[in-house]
């Protein structure tokens, strides 16, 4: 096929982008698209699943090892920060390097990290070792998409990307019931050497089937101011966003870090207008298509990343379901991700991205406005329905946001690309935790005491009030030791009374942002330069 390259990332007096050199033919199963989209979906299953198993074993771990509750989130905190800073300096790597080295590296470190921290002793350690988790992390997953991209055929390139999509959501999903099983059945340090032997499967076959793609005008130098200035930047926003809920949004602290980082980002776009080989060419956001591809990852994920969050908690203290019972009341979630991603895979394939985009947007408002709806009383089958439509909803846009964003840039570049991605994805979440819980707190702030008031419970001095707040932020009740039953059941009504109306505050305003993602979904297109990709001919 002949490579299209639309977007013109060269600065003046440099030649036009060549296409792809021709790869060396694939003999037996070395190379095979199809062979090589279940090898790197093993690396990707390890890392998407990482995000989530953790967070099971997090309670556990800090009673063995005697951790604060700060340390304990550092646990989640180190690893998302580390990821989410390398993405695109990993993609860039992988695009001067080989996608194949960069991401058999990730697979080996994720893997080493991941037994380090089985065997560690102290919560240092622990901490230490997840950072280098996030890390290889980041070299692992543009490097998946990029491998992806190099291999499959434009006809085929969509299909690929909804099993790549459907491995992520699957894993992501069932990490609360896998954590749970392992913590209660065997012990905190097997949630990590699970990835012992899945990396070392995703290494052996990396050597076997995985074969080096490189663009014949790949970069040849690094931008390291642009790659200082841009870690420095996604840092400053993400420590932010984190910390955040800690500090207040009303805290000096948290608007300087957020300053901070809008500074950097602007000193990050005018340094890549000056340097020769650029991190990220800025042409590449000439295409619109590719910048609305990048926005919808952003919205979806804080809808779906942020409304999620609080139905864990909806689901384990007002429902008081243990993680296994809460993982399997979110199978209909995983299971529609599951059967919807390959299908919109082929959907897109036959219509483009921009009716299954919107559609998709549409399906996930829609269902975050029924669990808008959601009561203490609400039953088993209802909750199912909602989850099961937001599975249905999020599967089109996982797939075709990626395949936007991957396909609208130049083969060269599509490590950058699946950086660019990923990092949509990583900060979504992170800033839909952090607005949809400032909206929860504020909510909840504001109708505890009132509600309490209401019920004839004794009254709270601010400091009492303070601390029921945080509480029934998480939907648990603040019940002391030896309060009378009667006042007990008082208590616990006006807590998930309380604690459900901020979290149908939250989930409307998730509601809310998936519905302007519908509008930009409507900005997308099939990308211009997939068929640059269509190297091999085993398919």
């Not at 995000?51 to 180190?78: F, R, S, Y």
């Not at 955040?244 to 500074?263: E, F, N, Q």
């Not at 599967?395 to 991605?421: F, K, R, W």
């Amino acid at each position: 096929m002949t490579s299209q390259t639309t977007i013109d990332t060269t600065g003046p007096g440099d030649k036009a982008p060549a296409g792809p050199s021709d790869p060396t033919p694939a003999k037996g199963l070395r190379g095979h698209p199809w062979v090589t989209l279940i090898t790197v979906a093993v690396g990707v299953m390890m890392v998407a699943l990482d995000g989530t198993i953790v967070a099971i074993a997090n309670p556990v771990i800090g009673k063995e090892l005697h951790a604060t509750l700060a340390d304990v989130q550092w646990i989640t905190n180190a690893y998302f920060l580390a990821l989410a800073v390398s993405l695109i300096t990993a993609g860039k790597l992988g695009d001067r390097f080989g996608h194949r080295q960069t991401f058999l590296i990730g697979v080996t470190g994720f893997a080493a990290a991941s037994g380090a921290i089985g065997l560690s002793n102290s919560i240092a350690m622990v901490i230490t070792f997840r950072v280098f988790q996030g890390l290889f992390g980041a070299l692992l997953m543009p490097a998946a998409l990029g491998l992806l991209r190099a291999t499959f055929p434009a006809e085929k390139l969509n299909m690929a990307i909804g099993i790549w999509g459907m491995v992520i959501g699957a894993s992501t999903a069932g990490g609360p019931i896998l954590g749970g099983v392992l913590v209660e059945h065997v012990n905190w340090q097997s949630v990590f050497f699970i990835n012992v032997p899945v990396g070392a499967l995703a290494l052996i076959l990396g050597l076997l089937i995985l074969l080096d793609h490189r663009a014949e005008n790949a970069p040849r130098s690094f931008d390291i101011s642009g790659i200082v200035l841009l870690s420095g930047a996604m840092f400053c926003l993400v420590w932010a966003l984190i910390k955040a809920p800690a500090w207040g949004w009303g805290d000096g602290t948290t608007w300087t870090y957020i300053a901070a980082s809008v500074l950097g980002f602007a000193a990050f776009a005018f340094w890549e207008t000056k340097v020769k080989e650029p991190l990220i060419p800025l042409a590449l956001f000439r295409s619109v298509p590719l910048s609305a591809g990048v926005v919808l990852m952003v919205l979806m994920a804080i809808a779906f990343m942020g409304g999620l969050f609080f139905v864990t908690f909806y689901l384990q203290n007002v429902h008081g379901m243990s993680p296994i019972e809460a993982g399997t009341h979110l199978l209909p979630l995983t299971g529609m991700m599951i059967v919807g991603s390959p299908l919109a895979g082929f959907m897109i394939t036959k219509v483009g991205p921009r009716i299954p985009l919107a559609g998709g947007m549409a399906a996930t408002a829609l269902a975050m406005y029924g669990m808008s709806t959601l009561e203490t009383g609400t039953s088993s089958l209802t909750m199912s329905l909602w989850f099961a439509l937001l599975g249905l909803g999020l599967a089109p846009v996982m797939v075709g946001a990626t395949e936007v964003i991957v396909g609208n840039a130049p083969l060269e570049l599509s490590g950058v690309a699946g950086g660019l991605q990923q990092s949509a994805m990583q900060i979504g979440g992170s800033l839909g935790t952090a607005v949809l819980g400032a909206v929860m707190a504020s909510k909840v702030n504001n109708d505890l005491a009132g509600n309490w008031k209401d019920a004839g419970l004794p009254p709270l001095t601010p400091a009492q009030l303070d601390q029921a707040s945080e509480a029934v932020q998480f939907g648990a009740a603040p019940v002391p030791q030896g309060t009378p039953e009667m006042i007990a059941t008082k208590i616990t009504t006006v807590a998930h009374d309380t604690f459900i109306s901020g979290m149908s505050l939250a989930s409307l305003v998730a509601a809310a942002i998936a519905a302007v993602a519908v509008l930009v979904a409507l900005l997308t297109k099939r990308g211009e330069n997939a068929e640059a990709g269509a190297g091999v001919g085993h398919i």
